[in-house]
């Protein structure tokens, strides 16, 4: 079955700055790779997605990367806000398919 | 609207109780899934239902886990036995389109989830 890792566990930068989180898998039939955001004591939400057919897809201050032919894929969020703070995940799937594989999560802080 | 309500928000048991979880997805969401959160740990997948059936159980890590959806809509995760490594959020998430049917993969909302505390 599919294997996610994610890194770091957790990420401390100071307001203003860029972080970038970094997730691999292992299943190359995998074609689809969201990245949810869990604030403390709520629920994942969605913050960007990226399916295979494209190298990047940005959203404001958020990106995400994927290298199909190295596995990996990354979260780029520039600008970062105090109110960024929170758990990310990155989880990857096949298109058609049900099930999500998560990565362990990076604890992201931001620091006014 | 609505989004997906999960019932309850805590429960605690004791070790070998019965416990049922409850997930009211959003309206007209035909896929349901259940994962199990550990802490410090992403969501694992549990079960995926497509409307009344379950597609994929391959998640469930026994069979003192059982789930059902018997009308399409509301699921119950039910736990036989509970045991102490029980211990953890249960989520629930749904989206819309089924995915094994539509060839697409939707994006999946979750609930708030119910902790999980086995004693």
């Known amino acids: 079955g599919e294997n996610v890792e994610q890194h770091p566990s957790t990420l401390s930068v100071q307001e203003g700055d860029s972080a970038v989180i970094k997730c691999t898998y292992s299943?190359?039939?995998?074609?689809?790779f969201p990245w949810y955001k869990q604030e403390l004591g709520k629920r994942p939400q969605l913050i960007i997605d990226?399916?295979?057919?494209?190298g990047e897809k940005k959203d404001q201050r958020i990106a995400v990367t994927l290298n199909k032919t190295a596995k990996h894929f990354s979260l780029h969020i520039t600008e970062t806000q105090p109110e960024d703070s929170a758990v990310y995940f990155c989880?990857?799937?096949?298109?058609?398919?049900?099930?999500?594989?998560f990565g362990k999560g990076t604890m992201l802080l931001v620091s006014p | 609207g609505a989004g997906v309500s999960q019932t309850p928000s805590n429960k605690v048991t004791e070790k070998g109780k019965y416990v049922e979880l409850r997930c009211d997805p959003i309206?007209?969401?035909?896929?349901l899934y259940w994962y199990r959160q550990s802490l410090g740990q992403g969501p694992e997948f549990l079960i995926y239902?497509?409307?009344?059936?379950?597609?994929?159980d391959s998640g469930l890590p026994n069979d003192r886990f059982f789930a059902v959806r018997p009308e399409g809509s509301v699921s119950t995760l039910k736990i036989q036995r509970t045991e102490r490594g029980d211990s953890a959020v249960y989520l629930c998430?749904?989206?819309?389109?089924?995915?094994?049917?539509?060839?697409?993969?939707?994006?999946?909302?979750f609930g708030p989830g119910t902790r999980l505390t086995v004693l």
């Open positions: 998430a749904s989206s819309p389109i089924a995915p094994r049917t539509s060839g697409k993969y939707n994006e999946q909302f």
């Open positions: 299943d190359s039939a995998s074609n689809y």
């Open positions: 990226i399916r295979s057919n494209v």
């Open positions: 989880a990857a799937s096949i298109l058609g398919y049900s099930t999500l594989t």
């Open positions: 309206s007209g969401h035909t896929a």
């Open positions: 239902f497509q409307g009344t059936g379950a597609a994929d």
